[in-house]
T-cell receptor
Framework: GQQLNQSPQSMFIQEGEDVSMNCTSS?????WLWYKQDPGEGPVLLIA???AGELTSNGRLTAQFGITRKDSFLNISASIPSDVGIYFC?????????????WGLGTSLAVNP | NAGVTQTPKFQVLKTGQSMTLQCAQD?????MYWYRQDPGMGLRLIYY???????DKGEVPNGYNVSRLNKREFSLRLESAAPSQTSVYFC?????????????FGSGTQLSVL
């Protein structure tokens, strides 16, 4: 099935550093969603984006809906140990009857205290 | 403040056994979903129910059946479990099935088929 290109696949950073990750596609999307998954838990929604160019923050997290509608970005500022987990992007494509949420494979984040 | 509740949390089956994974949501959502998550493969949609009374196949429906029992509950059944069905299963719900919806997930069921 269709998937989003999410990068990087994994990151290992020092506490206090900023983090950037992104999702890209060759198709246009109507909505971008960013989730975080802790070990043994289900994904939890962090940020939802609905318009091209939209920039939305949730605490230390900031996400952007790309101008071309084919990409999205997530930044985490001043990382802390509890930021550890897997971050997933997901998007609803602008493709007629193809109303299925498309997922990236995730970015695994490790934070060294 | 339960949200999406899945049972059981863990399950071990022998090849050929059957079982039903239960899911219930208390957010008055219309749409519900079943995903499986495997290492390196991300989240893959098994089945979904856009509204009460309807179900549709996702990417990987083979070997599974679903029942939308009522607006709150959506169950996933494995009739004859196979080792390839060893996975973590997530149920999710959303207000509707439109291209601006946010999905809310349960905490998952870890299933091992021996």
């Amino acid at each position: 099935g269709q998937q989003l290109n999410q990068s990087p696949q994994s990151m290992f950073i020092q506490e206090g550093e900023d983090v950037s990750m992104n999702c890209t596609s060759s198709s246009i999307f109507n909505t971008w969603l960013w989730y975080k998954q802790d070990p043994g838990e289900g994904p939890v929604l962090l940020i939802a984006l609905y318009k091209a160019g939209e920039l939305t923050s949730n605490g230390r997290l900031t996400a952007q809906f790309g101008i071309t509608r084919k990409d999205s970005f997530l930044n985490i500022s001043a990382s802390i140990p509890s930021d550890v987990g897997i971050y997933f992007c997901a998007g609803w494509p602008n493709a007629g009857n193809n109303r299925k949420l498309i997922w990236g494979l995730g970015t695994s984040l490790a934070v060294n205290p | 403040n339960a949200g999406v509740t899945q049972t059981p949390k863990f399950q071990v089956l022998k090849t050929g056994q059957s079982m039903t994974l239960q899911c219930a949501q208390d957010m008055n959502h219309n749409s519900m979903y079943w995903y499986r998550q495997d290492p390196g493969m991300g989240l893959r949609l098994i089945y979904y129910s856009a509204s009460e009374g309807t179900t549709d196949k996702g990417e990987v429906p083979n070997g599974y059946n679903v029942s939308r029992l009522n607006k709150r509950e959506f169950s996933l059944r494995l009739e004859s479990a196979a080792p390839s069905q060893t996975s973590v299963y997530f149920c999710a719900s959303s207000m509707g099935h439109y291209t601006n919806e946010k999905l809310f997930f349960g905490s998952g069921t870890q299933l091992s088929v021996l």
